[in-house]
């Protein structure tokens, strides 16, 4: 158990009473300790609630037995049990003092590692060949980053793959349109949207480009190496542009972390072979079909999977099988993650359901649909630019950058020289904080004028309570003293420092339901809190050294929870702004 996890701590107390009063295991995390709102009161623990009917007593029976057992003098004031069996903990401030000074020593802040890791593969971002990265694309790659960063903080194993749309018929009409438009070594696709609708239109309009296009397909799949030659040259362009932009927003996928369709081209054979060895498959409409069990229409009809269509051809749901079982049997992962919309719900469900028959998924791993909702405009409906077209990413992130000079102080500390660097933290963080801090399943609406707000639950708050806490010992014009101790005398240190120790049930709540927005609302309350310290406790003229002392020691514990805090998230947080 680290120190600084008080929920935890307190947990374990109330399971070892329980144990001892009544015979009951649980765990700490099952000891329902919740932070209570009430005046006077830090901890409720409901535990009694949920074991009455299980032992056949009275709630407040059970509560009186946890108490009774409870071992906490040294921790927590005299224990009381309010209504029906609720039990109220007001931690002793000795030990919460202590609690917190320890947080100062330990760079993890009281997050404990997992005691078992998971190998974890998690999909997110996965753009498409020859086409721009847009505004859609937003969403999966930043809460597929975060989730990233908060899996391996905790201790798991994470491998992220990028699963790139660059197979399939469209490529025999973009690489027609290649040779068409020219090869030499200096060929770039400066606008892959462009080059996409060009090479449509022409595959529309023209029936000899047609036919080309139709032989490129045939020679790509077989193997031509004149025409994966120019397939490369189209999927090389593209990873430049998707690294550009993941540069720009701070997210870890690399090029290596790239896993295109055509990667699991060669195994889709074998997979459905699988499948049909196994008993799964049936012929509908010259189809090869999977039915999963429990998947119907609105007329009661079986749902069908096509893993094979009539002409012989594969689509997505053969690839996501293949992809399914190289994760599963070839790279041994415990759990799939995939971090995609909310609409593909039940698509994964048919896919997970196929897996578990072809007992690819078993107890031993999870396979888990991370959905999300769509992006709005302030008219509420999905995000465009003003001329309804689809907003570039890269030009989104652009404006970003530019906006943020709206959220600079009007005297700001940042030098001259380091404000492009530190407007670029703004602007990127108020983009990921705006989508990170709204439950991932609902929709939102994309406005400026509020991501980047100064005021209220955004990234701009967060990294400018950071600053400011960082700016105190320089107004100051000290650091704390070697014999420095925490005193939290007046009721904001006693909040702030409460606050401050409740970061690892944050994460905690974060990781359980890949729910980043769990963490973004408790930096937020973290701030607000710093901020309730800072009007009401002066630093620079606290009432004696000691004092003065242990703020500078809260604000700079301020500081290194929001700035990990915010790195959990991929944002950055300025040291001055």
């Not at 540069?247 to 790239?258: F, H, Q, S, V």
């Not at 030009?395 to 530019?402: F, G, P």
């Not at 000290?478 to 009721?491: D, H, K, N, Q």
Request: proline share 5%; with cysteine.
């Amino acid at each position: 158990m680290l120190r600084g996890d008080v929920g935890l701590e307190l947990g374990q107390r109330v399971a070892t009473a329980l144990r001892a009063s009544l015979g009951v295991e649980i765990t700490p995390e099952e000891a329902l300790l919740r932070p209570s709102n009430r005046d006077g009161v830090d901890y409720q623990c409901n535990v009694a609630m949920s074991l009455a009917k299980k032992l056949g007593k009275n709630p407040r029976e059970v509560a009186t037995a946890i108490v009774g057992a409870l071992d906490s003098a040294d921790a927590v004031e005299e224990p009381e049990i309010a209504g029906p069996g609720f039990i109220n903990l007001t931690l002793r401030r000795e030990w919460l003092e202590e609690q917190t000074f320890a947080l100062l020593g330990d760079e993890r802040l009281g997050v404990p590692v997992v005691e078992r890791a998971r190998r974890i593969a998690i999909d997110y971002s996965s753009p498409n060949v020859a086409k721009e990265m847009h505004v859609g694309h937003l969403r999966s790659t930043i809460i597929g980053d975060a989730l990233t960063r908060l899996l391996r903080f905790v201790g798991h194993e994470v491998i992220p793959h990028n699963h790139l749309g660059d197979w399939g018929t469209p490529f025999g009409m973009l690489i027609e349109h290649l040779v068409d438009v020219g090869v030499n070594a200096d060929h770039t696709i400066s606008d892959l949207n462009a080059f996409y609708q060009e090479a449509r239109k022409k595959f529309d309009a023209d029936p000899d480009f047609a036919t080309r296009s139709r032989q490129r397909v045939v020679s790509l799949q077989g193997g031509d190496e004149a025409t994966l030659a120019l397939w490369r040259e189209l999927v090389d362009e593209s990873a430049r542009h998707f690294q550009q932009a993941y540069a720009t927003l701070g997210i870890g996928l690399t090029a290596e972390d790239n896993y295109g369709e055509s990667f699991y081209n060669p195994m889709l054979d074998a997979t459905i072979e699988e499948l049909e060895r196994l008993g799964l498959t049936e012929v509908s409409d010259g189809a090869v079909c999977v039915f999963p069990e429990g998947f119907t229409n609105r007329d009661g009809d079986r749902l069908p999977l096509i893993v094979r269509k009539g002409d012989g051809g594969y689509g997505y749901p053969a690839t996501d099988l293949a992809t399914f079982l190289y994760w599963t049997r070839e790279r041994k992962v415990d759990d799939l993650l995939y971090v995609v919309g909310t609409p593909q719900s039940q698509h994964f469900q048919m896919i997970f359901a196929v897996a578990r028959a072809a007992g690819w998924l078993t107890d031993a791993h999870t396979a888990v649909h991370i959905g999300f909702g769509s992006i709005l405009g302030e008219d509420g409906k999905m995000f465009r630019t003003r001329a309804g077209g689809t907003v570039r990413l890269g030009e989104l992130l652009t404006e970003a950058v530019e906006q943020s000079a709206r959220a600079m102080p009007e005297k700001s500390e940042v030098d001259p020289a380091d404000q492009p660097k530190v407007a670029h933290a703004i602007g990127i963080g108020a983009v990921k904080y705006a989508d990170l801090s709204n439950d991932r399943e609902k929709d939102y609406v994309f406005t400026w004028d509020k991501m980047l707000a100064k005021t209220g639950d955004t990234s701009v708050y967060a990294q400018y309570a950071n600053a400011r806490a960082r700016s105190i010992s320089r107004k100051v014009g000290r650091t704390p003293s070697p014999s420095a101790r925490v005193i939290l005398g007046e009721p904001a240190e006693r909040a702030l420092a409460l606050k401050l120790l409740q970061l690892p049930a944050a994460v905690a709540s974060a990781v359980e339901g890949y729910a980043p927005h769990k963490l973004t609302a408790y930096l937020f309350e973290t701030a607000t809190a710093f901020s309730t310290f800072y009007n009401e406790c002066p630093v620079k003229d606290a009432a004696s050294p000691e004092l003065q002392d242990s703020r500078l020691l809260l604000s700079e514990l301020v500081s290194q929870v929001l700035t990990l805090g915010l790195s959990l998230l991929g944002i950055e947080a300025p040291d001055r702004l």
